[in-house]
């Protein structure tokens, strides 16, 4: 796509994005080098793992070479609490965050992430986002939720947990969807609380037509996390992902430019294909990271 960064509506004057470079330091809990692999900390995305339970993706994280997970809601806990589930709005939410700090550490992967999840404009709502992140001790939440962006910010400042906007495959035939816009997210986001930012889905950027190298030069200073995916085409909505390096995602040159950038996020593998056993591509995928620390 050709007239991305000419997105209309976007708000943004270029010179704005000079701000973002001041804006390296991110929220506390910072995650320890323990938990890093080829100099990230790089694990999976629990929804990877969707047609299982949040136990299985602990386990099957664990077994791809991953040390972080980012869950997301709506999971079902285990098989052997089938009615529980990994959501902020659980009535049993306190039994649920202990047993998965119990399992997370047998199995020693650290919790960083929690998203897709909506965060409402309502404080009290959104709150209970925030509350969920704090008890399981998450450095960041991942959200689409720009027009709570007020409350967002209130929040950040009092839990000191990260926000990153993620973004869906979008295109300039659908004004109404602008997140997929890395100018649209740099604009949302320029004045505010530095952890305010991007999760950043190469994957998505990649199907809209976007190069990933160039959105992450677009964000630079405000990446709070990512969904790093390698893709079998460009430009294509039904492109799949494919292990790292052998697709179209550029994935050595978004490495080489997080390291410049100083970046210190996590970076989840949502893997999207080949979804029962999904596990020997996503250690190839870790294993790519692994060897590009070397």
Not at 162 to 168: A, E, L, P, Q, T
Not at 232 to 248: C, I, R, S
Request: with cysteine; hydrophobic share 35%; aromatic share 10%.
């Amino acid at each position: 796509m050709k007239n991305w960064k000419h997105f209309a509506g976007c708000g943004l004057a270029l010179a704005a994005l000079a701000t973002f470079t001041s804006f390296t330091a991110l929220a506390e809990p910072k995650i320890p080098d323990d938990y890093k692999t080829g100099g990230f900390a790089i694990g999976c995305q629990a929804y990877s793992f969707n047609r299982f339970t949040a136990f299985e993706a602990i386990e099957k994280t664990a077994q791809a070479g991953g040390k972080v997970i980012e869950f997301f809601p709506g999971q079902k806990l285990s098989q052997e609490d089938p009615n529980l589930t990994v959501d902020h709005n659980s009535p049993q939410v306190d039994v649920v965050v202990a047993k998965l700090k119990a399992k997370l550490a047998e199995y020693h992967i650290l919790p960083v992430n929690y998203g897709v999840v909506g965060i409402p404009e309502d404080e009290a709502g959104a709150r209970k986002v925030f509350e969920f992140a704090k008890k399981l001790g998450l450095r960041a939440v991942t959200t689409e939720s720009t027009e709570s962006i007020n409350t967002i910010e209130k929040l950040v400042k009092e839990y000191d947990i990260c926000v990153g906007y993620h973004d869906h495959p979008g295109n300039i035939k659908n004004p109404n969807y602008k997140v997929w816009n890395p100018y649209y997210i740099a604009g949302l986001v320029t004045g505010r609380d530095h952890r305010i930012g991007a999760c950043a889905d190469t994957g998505h950027w990649t199907r809209s037509g976007i190069n990933p190298v160039d959105a992450l030069r677009v964000l630079k200073g405000r990446i709070i996390s990512l969904h790093l995916k390698d893709l079998n085409e460009f430009g294509k909505l039904d492109a799949h992902d494919v292990p790292y390096g052998t697709g179209v995602g550029e994935i050595k040159a978004c490495l080489d430019e997080l390291k410049a950038q100083g970046f210190d996020g996590n970076i989840s593998i949502e893997y999207e294909y080949h979804w029962d056993n999904s596990v020997p591509e996503i250690t190839k995928c870790i294993d790519y990271v692994r060897d590009y620390g070397k």
